[in-house]
C-alpha cells in the first residue's frame, strides 16, 4: 500500500480515513503478534521495518535506522540500541526510550520505521513530512503505555532538507474527528551535529514537519515581554488581594455584612488561582505536581465564578428587588454551593481520566 499513488492514498483518507486505520492496525499487530518463545522478532520490508522485543530484564532501548540502500529498508541498516546512539552522524531516523521507563517489568517494546510516509498525510494541510515516520510502542506486565510519566522517548531525524519552520509532530489518531493528523503537543525539538531531536513524553508516531501556517504575530522579545507584565500584574495583583483579605481578618467590622463577607471570600477565592498561576503555571517538570497544580487552579477559578454569582445575586437584591430581601443564614446557605460546587467537575475529571489535566490530548 505504501508504493500506491499518493493521489490514491489521500482519497482513501478523505473518504473513510484509511490510512489513519491502517497506520493503527500496524501498531496492533506489533502489540498482539506471538513471538512463538522467541526474544525478539524482526519484520522488514522495502518501505516498513517493524523490531519487536520481549524483554524480562531490559537491556534494548531503542532502534537507529542507517541509510544504506537509497529505494528501501534492507536488513543492514537497522541496528538495536542499549543506549543513546554515540555517533548521531551517521544516523538517518533513530528512536530510543529513558531506560528507567522499562525497568522493574517484563516489557514488549516495539519499534517501526516508514521509509514511505505517504500514509501520514494530514489532510488539514497544516504540516508536511520531510523526514522518515518512526514510531515506539511499549507494554508493561502486558499493559500498554501511551504516556510516559517518569521519562521520555527521544526521536532523531535526518531531513530530506533544510527547512524554516521546521516542528517536531507526532500522530494523533483522534485528531480531526478520528480522521488521525499531526499534532505539536509534548514534544521539544532541538537541532545537534545536523540532525534534528525531538524529546517527547509519550510514545506514537513521530517525525519533523514543516509547518506551512506558522504563526509569526508574536516574536520571541515579545513573549519574554508579556511574560514579564504577566507576572508583575499577577504580582500586584496578589499583593492587594492579599491586604484585603488580611484587612477582613484584622478589621472585625469590615465582616458585619454579608457584602462584605462575600467579597472576603471572592478575594480568597481570586488570591489562591493568582497564586498557583504564578508559582505552578510553569512548573511542569514533574507529573503528578503538574496536575495537581492544574486542578487546583481550575477549581479556585471556578470557586471565583461561584462568588461572582453570589455577589451579583446580593445587587440584585439592593437594587432591584429591595423590599423583602432578608435571608437568614446567608452567608451559611451560599458557603456550601460557593466552595462545594466547583469540586464537581473537578473531580469527575479527576475520576474520568486524570491525564487531562496535563497538558491536554491535542
Given at each position: ?349 479527576l475520576s474520568l481520566d486524570y491525564k487531562f489535566y496535563y497538558g491536554g490530548r491535542g
Open positions: 500500500m505504501l508504493q500506491l499513488s499518493p493521489c490514491i492514498i489521500r482519497s482513501a483518507q478523505e473518504i473513510s480515513s484509511a490510512s489513519n486505520r491502517i497506520i493503527r492496525a500496524v501498531d496492533d499487530m506489533s502489540n498482539n503478534v506471538s513471538l512463538h518463545g522467541q526474544v525478539n522478532i524482526k519484520i522488514i520490508q522495502p518501505s516498513l521495518a517493524v523490531e519487536i522485543w520481549e524483554q524480562a530484564r531490559p537491556n534494548v532501548t531503542g532502534l537507529e535506522f542507517i541509510q544504506l540502500n537509497k529505494t528501501s529498508i534492507g536488513n543492514s541498516s537497522l541496528n538495536t540500541l542499549n543506549t543513546a546512539p554515540t555517533n548521531i552522524n551517521r544516523v538517518d531516523t533513530a528512536i530510543y526510550i529513558d531506560p528507567k521507563v522499562l525497568q522493574d517489568s517484563t516489557s514488549r517494546l516495539a519499534m517501526h520505521v516508514y521509509y514511505e510516509n505517504k500514509m501520514f498525510d494530514d489532510t488539514t494541510g497544516r504540516y508536511e513530512t520531510i523526514s522518515r515516520v518512526v514510531a515506539a510502542r511499549l507494554s508493561k506486565n502486558g499493559k500498554p503505555i501511551a504516556n510516559l510519566e517518569d521519562g521520555t522517548v527521544t526521536a532523531i531525524f535526518m531531513p530530506f532538507k533544510e527547512y524554516t519552520d521546521v516542528v517536531c509532530g507526532h500522530w494523533n489518531y483522534t485528531k480531526n474527528e478520528n480522521a488521525g493528523g499531526w499534532s505539536t503537543e509534548g514534544c521539544v525539538h532541538s537541532v545537534d551535529a545536523g540532525r534534528h531531536i525531538c524529546t517527547c513524553n509519550h510514545l506514537t508516531n513521530f517525525a519533523i514537519l514543516i509547518d506551512l501556517q506558522p504563526d509569526h504575530s508574536i516574536s520571541e522579545d515579545d513573549k519574554l515581554a508579556l511574560g514579564i507584565i504577566t507576572k508583575i500584574g499577577l504580582l500586584v495583583s496578589i499583593g492587594g488581594l492579599g491586604l484585603t483579605v488580611l484587612s477582613f481578618i484584622i478589621f472585625r467590622n469590615l465582616r458585619k455584612s454579608n457584602g462584605q463577607k462575600t467579597l472576603a471570600y471572592l478575594c480568597i477565592a481570586m488570591l489562591g488561582s493568582a497564586i498557583l498561576f504564578l508559582v505552578g503555571i510553569d512548573r511542569t517538570e514533574t507529573y503528578i505536581g503538574c496536575i495537581i497544580v492544574s486542578a487546583l487552579l481550575h477549581y479556585f477559578i471556578l470557586a471565583s465564578f461561584m462568588w461572582m454569582l453570589i455577589e451579583g445575586f446580593l445587587q440584585y437584591l439592593r437594587f432591584v428587588k429591595v423590599l423583602g430581601t432578608y435571608i437568614p443564614q446567608f452567608i451559611i446557605k451560599t458557603l456550601i454551593p460557593a466552595w462545594g460546587m466547583p469540586l464537581v467537575p473537578v473531580i469527575v475529571l
